[in-house]
C-alpha cells in the first residue's frame, strides 16, 4: 500500500511538472484567440508559432494583423501571462501582456485603435508622425483596471512611460507620465467618452520637441518649458486652459523668456498677457492664433513701453558688455494674417548708443509685411563712424520662397570685438569689411559673399591680405579657396565648411597649405549655457624652416618637417587636448636631430611637450617643452646622453678640419618670444675624455709634438662647457676648460671664452698651461720641416713619415729637459670657420717673441743638435729613395750632375724648410 501511495505521489508530480514545463494546449489557444478576433474585429490574423502553458503563460510568434489585405501591425513576439484562476472563475484577467519587436504606423495604429474601441480617433494635422519605433508595449488587465507601460521613439524623440487605467465607464487615466526631452509630462482624468484632463510639464527642453514641431528646428528654439493645464472637450477638438513659462531660451540664438496665460478652444489660441523678454529688451502684449483652417493664421501684437535703458537691459542680458550705454527708443510688432502671407511691420529704433567708448548712431531696422507674402527689410547703423547697411525682400506668398538682401560693414574696427564678445582675444586689431547677400527662389537660394582685411594683429603677430569668399547653403557655410598671409607666412586654399546646427556648430573638412606642409580640421561647437565643443587637428609635412623664417628666425639655418595631430575639448573658458608630434631629421645652426618626437598636451592655451626625444649625434636628447599660446611665449629643458663630440664638430664646423673625440653629456635650458622670436638659452655639456683628431695639414706637427713625449696623439682627462646662445651666436662661458691627463708633459689644461656666431664668425679668447721647452724646441726646431708639406709630400712616406723619423730620433733627448717648465699660453682666434686668424699669442702674459725662443733653445743645444741630425739624415734617406725611384739610379751616381734630380729634389726641400722656418720666426 505505501508503494502504491508513493507511485500516486511520483506520478503527481511528474504531471504538476510536466503541465508547468511543457507546452499545453498552444494549438487550441492560437486557433481560438484567432478566430475570436477574426470574428469580432473582422481582422485577418496570422500567427507563426505558440509556446507555453496556462501556468508560466502563452509566447505567440510572428503575428500579424490584416484588414483587406492590408498590414495594420506586425509583432515579432506576443507573450501573455493570463491570470488562472480569475479566468477559471470566468473573470477576464491578464497578470501581463508584452509585444515586442513591433512594426506599424501611426495611420495603421490610429485605424486599429478605430476597430477595437469603435471610435474615430485624429490627432492635429499640423503634428508630423513620420516615424514611430515601438521598443516594448506591455501591461496588466484585471476586470476593469488596467495598467501600461511602453517605451517608443516617435520621429525619434524618445518616450517612456506608464499609465493607470480605468476602464469602468469609459476611459480615465488613474495616473499617468511620460518622460521626454529632458523633462516629464504628467496627466490624469477622463479620456472617453469626453475629455477632462489635467496635465503638467515640468522642464521640458521645447527644442528637442521639434521632432513634432519642426518650425522649432526652423528658428533654432531652446529653452525649457513649464506649464499646468486643463484640457476638456473633444479628442479631436480639445478646449485648454492654464499657463505656461518659458525660460533659459532663445530663439534664433537671441536670448529669449516669456510668460503668459493660455487659453484655446475651437483650434483657436489666445495669449493673453504676454511678456515676453528678447535679446534684454522687455515688450508685453498678445497673441492670437488660429489653426482651425488649412493654413494658420496669427495676429500680434508687441510692444515696448516707452524707451528701454542699456541698464535695464543688462538686467534681463548679463552677458550684455559693461561698456555698453544709452538706450533702446522703442520695440514694436504688429503683424496680422496666415502664416505665409503675413502684412504688417516690425521695427527696433536706437538713435545713439555707446559701445566701448565708440558712438553706435542711428540705428534703425524695419521689416514690412505685404499681404502677398513679400517682406521688406532695410535699416543700417553707423559704428564709430562706419556704416553697416541691411536691405532687401523676402516674398514667401508664392509656391517657394523667393529672397533678394544684401548686408554689408565697413572699417569694422576689431578692436571693438573683446567688448562686444567678452571670449574675444584681448589685444585683436585691425579693421574688417564684410558683404554678404541672400538671393534665390526655393531650393535655388543661394547665400554667399566675402570678408576682407588688409591687415589684423594678434598678440603682436599680423595677419595680411586676408581674402575670405564664403557660400551659403541652407544651415552649411562653405570656404572655398580663402587666403591670407600669416607673419610673412601664406596660408593658402583654405576650404572646408560650417554647419550650424539647431544648438551646435559642425566644422567639417577645414583644410589649408601651409608651408609647403597642410593643417587639416574639424570641429564641433555646441552652445548652451556655455560654449563647448570637441575638434581634431592634423598636420603634416609643415616645413619648419619656413616657419621660423617667419619668425623671424632665419640665421638659425632650420630644416625640417613637421608631423602630429590633436585630439581635444573646448569652452568659453579653456582648450585641451591630446596629440603626437613627430620630425624625421631637424637641422639647426648645422648640427642635425633625428627621430623627434613627443605626445603634445593643451590645457589653459598652453601647449606642453612633457616628455620629447630625439637622436643626436649617436647620442640622446630628453626633455619637455611649453608654448603659451596667449603670451606667444616658449620654454624648453633637455638633456643630453651618449653623444659624440666629433659628430657635433663636424655638423658645426666641417670646414675646421679637425677637433676633438669624446662623448658628451650636459644639460640645457631656453626661453623667449615666438614673435618676433627670441632665444635665452643657457647649458653645460662635459666630457670625461677623447683625443685630437684631424687637421690634415697640421698633423706632422702634431704628430711630432706627441712623439717627444712618447704620446701616441695629444689626449685629454675630461672637458666641461659651459654656454650660452641666442638668436645669432653661442657663447662659450668663463668655466669652458679641457684638462690634461695627468702626468701629460706637453699640457696641463686649456680654457676659452668667447663667441662663435652662426653665420661663421669667431672671437675666441684661449688660455692654456703649456710646457715652454716644447713649445720652443719643437717650434724651433721641427715646425719648419713640418710646414714643408709641399716638398716633404713629394718624398716616400710624405710628412708623417718624416715626422715619425724625427720624432723617434728626439724621443730619447727630451729626457734631457728635466724637470717640465709649464708656462701660460695666451691667443685670439678671429676670422671665420673656413678662414680662421690666429694671433696675439702671449706666454706668461708677454708677447710671444721668436729670438726669446731661440735664446730659450739654447739651454737645450743636444736635443736641438740631435734633433737637427735626425732631419737631415731623413732627409738624406728620403731624397736618395726617391732619386733611385725616378731615375733607377743610386743617389750617388745621380749626383754627378750639377743639375742633377737629386740636387732638385735637395733644393726643392731645402727651400721648404726654409720657408718654414722663416714663417716661425717672422723672418
Keep these: 500500500m505505501k508503494k502504491f501511495f508513493i507511485g500516486i505521489a511520483v506520478l503527481l508530480a511528474a504531471a504538476i511538472v510536466a503541465v508547468c514545463t511543457l507546452d499545453v494546449g498552444t494549438g487550441w489557444i492560437a486557433q481560438k484567440g484567432a478566430e475570436y478576433v477574426a470574428n469580432t474585429y473582422n481582422l485577418g490574423v496570422s500567427i507563426g508559432g505558440a509556446q507555453g502553458n496556462p501556468v508560466k503563460g502563452y509566447t505567440f510568434n510572428d503575428i500579424e494583423l490584416t484588414r483587406d489585405g492590408t498590414s495594420l501591425i506586425k509583432a515579432g513576439k506576443i507573450f501573455v501571462d493570463p491570470a488562472l484562476l480569475k479566468l477559471i472563475t470566468g473573470n477576464v484577467a491578464l497578470d501581463w501582456v508584452e509585444l515586442g ?3 506599424s504606423t501611426i495611420p495603421h495604429l490610429l485605424q486599429l485603435a478605430e476597430i477595437f474601441t469603435g471610435r474615430k480617433v485624429t490627432l492635429p494635422s499640423a503634428v508630423p508622425l513620420n516615424d514611430l519605433q515601438l521598443h516594448s508595449v506591455g501591461g496588466t488587465l484585471d476586470g476593469d483596471e488596467a495598467e501600461a507601460a511602453f517605451d517608443i521613439a516617435l520621429n525619434g524623440l524618445p518616450m517612456k512611460g506608464s499609465f493607470k487605467l480605468s476602464l469602468a465607464s469609459g476611459l480615465t487615466i488613474d495616473k499617468g507620465s511620460v518622460q521626454t526631452a529632458d523633462g516629464t509630462i ?27 514641431v519642426p518650425q522649432l528646428e526652423s528658428f533654432l528654439v531652446k529653452g525649457r518649458v513649464t506649464a499646468d493645464m486643463t484640457v476638456t472637450g473633444e479628442p479631436d477638438n480639445p478646449a485648454v486652459a492654464g499657463t505656461v513659462s518659458f525660460d533659459d531660451g532663445s530663439v534664433m540664438a537671441f536670448p529669449v523668456s516669456a510668460s503668459a496665460t493660455v487659453a484655446m478652444k475651437d483650434m483657436k489660441i489666445n495669449l493673453v498677457p504676454l511678456a515676453v523678454n528678447a535679446i534684454g529688451i522687455p515688450t508685453k502684449g498678445e497673441v492670437f492664433a488660429d489653426l482651425g483652417g488649412k493654413t494658420p493664421s496669427i495676429k500680434v501684437n508687441m510692444n515696448t513701453d516707452g524707451p528701454v535703458t542699456a541698464e535695464t537691459l543688462r538686467k534681463n542680458l548679463p552677458s550684455l558688455p559693461a561698456e555698453l550705454s544709452g538706450q533702446v527708443d522703442a520695440v514694436t510688432v504688429a503683424l496680422e494674417g496666415p502664416v505665409n502671407a503675413l502684412k504688417g511691420n516690425a521695427q527696433v529704433k536706437a538713435d545713439k548708443l555707446t559701445l566701448g567708448g565708440a558712438s553706435v548712431t542711428d540705428t534703425l531696422f524695419k521689416a514690412a509685411f505685404n499681404s502677398q507674402g513679400l517682406i521688406t527689410v532695410s535699416g543700417g547703423s553707423n559704428i564709430a563712424g562706419n556704416p553697416a547697411t541691411l536691405k532687401g525682400t523676402v516674398n514667401a506668398g508664392g509656391k517657394d520662397v523667393a529672397a533678394d538682401v544684401a548686408f554689408s560693414v565697413k572699417d569694422f574696427d576689431l578692436a571693438m570685438l573683446p567688448k562686444i564678445v567678452p571670449s574675444a582675444p584681448a589685444n585683436i586689431k585691425g579693421k574688417v569689411n564684410a558683404a554678404f547677400t541672400v538671393k534665390g527662389k526655393g531650393s535655388a537660394i543661394a547665400a554667399g559673399g566675402k570678408i576682407d582685411s588688409q591687415r589684423v594683429s594678434l598678440n603682436d603677430m599680423n595677419i595680411d591680405k586676408v581674402n575670405v ?77 619656413s616657419v621660423m623664417n617667419t619668425f623671424g628666425a632665419a640665421s638659425l639655418g632650420a630644416s625640417g618637417k613637421l608631423s602630429g595631430g590633436l585630439k581635444g575639448e573646448l569652452s568659453d573658458t579653456d582648450i585641451t587636448g591630446d596629440g603626437s608630434l613627430s620630425i624625421p631629421v631637424f637641422s639647426l645652426t648645422g648640427l642635425k636631430f633625428e627621430q623627434i618626437k613627443s605626445s603634445v598636451k593643451l590645457s589653459k592655451m598652453v601647449a606642453s611637450l612633457p616628455d620629447f626625444s630625439s637622436k643626436f649625434a649617436g647620442g640622446t636628447i630628453d626633455g619637455n617643452a611649453s608654448m603659451d599660446i596667449n603670451k606667444m611665449t616658449y620654454a624648453i629643458g633637455a638633456s643630453l646622453k651618449g653623444s659624440q663630440l666629433k659628430t657635433i664638430i663636424d655638423q658645426m664646423a666641417p670646414a675646421l678640419g679637425g677637433g676633438l673625440t669624446g662623448t658628451l653629456t650636459g644639460e640645457y635650458k631656453a626661453s623667449g618670444k615666438l614673435s618676433p622670436f627670441t632665444l635665452d638659452g643657457e647649458g653645460s655639456v662635459s666630457s670625461a675624455g677623447g683625443r685630437m683628431y684631424g687637421f690634415k695639414e697640421y698633423q706632422s706637427i702634431i704628430n711630432t709634438i706627441a712623439a717627444l713625449h712618447g704620446n701616441k696623439g695629444i689626449a685629454y682627462a675630461n672637458a666641461k662647457i659651459p654656454f650660452a646662445n641666442d638668436i645669432e651666436k653661442l ?12 702626468g701629460d708633459g706637453i699640457y696641463q689644461y686649456i680654457k676659452a671664452n668667447g663667441t662663435f656666431a652662426y653665420a661663421g664668425n669667431l672671437n675666441i679668447n684661449v688660455d692654456g698651461s703649456i710646457n715652454a721647452m716644447l713649445v720652443n724646441t719643437a717650434a ?100 736618395n729613395k726617391l732619386t733611385e725611384k725616378l731615375t733607377g739610379k743610386s743617389g750617388a751616381e745621380s749626383g754627378s750632375s750639377k743639375n742633377s734630380v737629386r740636387d732638385q729634389l735637395n733644393d726643392a726641400l731645402n727651400k721648404e724648410l726654409e720657408k718654414g722656418l722663416n714663417s716661425l720666426f717672422g723672418k
Design 101 to 103: 519587436d513591433i512594426k
Design 186 to 212: 504628467s496627466v490624469s482624468g477622463g479620456v472617453a467618452p469626453a475629455l477632462n484632463l489635467k496635465a503638467a510639464v515640468d522642464k521640458v527642453q521645447i527644442g528637442d520637441l521639434a521632432a513634432l
Design 469 to 545: 569668399p564664403v557660400a551659403f547653403q541652407g544651415s552649411t557655410v562653405t570656404f572655398k579657396n580663402a587666403s591670407l598671409v600669416f607673419m610673412e607666412l601664406p596660408v593658402t586654399k583654405v576650404n572646408g565648411s560650417i554647419t550650424m546646427g539647431s544648438d551646435n556648430l559642425a566644422f567639417k573638412e577645414m583644410s589649408a597649405a601651409v608651408a609647403n606642409g597642410t593643417i587639416k580640421m574639424d570641429s564641433v561647437l555646441k552652445f548652451g549655457k556655455n560654449l563647448n565643443g570637441t575638434y581634431d587637428l592634423k598636420l603634416n609635412g609643415i616645413d619648419l624652416g
Design 731 to 742: 657663447t662659450l662661458r668663463d668655466g669652458t676648460v679641457i684638462n690634461a691627463e695627468k
Design 780 to 879: 724651433s726646431t721641427l715646425s719648419g720641416a713640418m710646414a714643408a708639406g709641399g716638398a716633404a709630400a713629394l718624398l716616400t712616406g710624405g710628412a708623417g713619415g718624416i715626422a715619425g723619423l724625427i720624432g723617434g730620433g728626439i724621443a730619447g733627448a727630451s729626457k734631457s729637459w728635466g724637470v717640465n717648465d709649464f708656462r701660460n699660453l695666451t691667443f685670439h682666434i678671429g676670422g671665420t670657420v673656413d678662414d680662421p686668424k690666429i694671433g696675439s699669442f702671449k706666454v706668461n702674459g708677454k708677447t710671444w717673441d721668436a729670438k726669446e725662443a731661440q735664446q730659450e733653445n739654447a739651454k737645450v743645444t743636444d736635443v736641438k743638435d740631435q734633433a737637427k741630425n735626425a732631419v737631415e739624415k731623413a732627409k738624406e734617406d728620403a731624397v
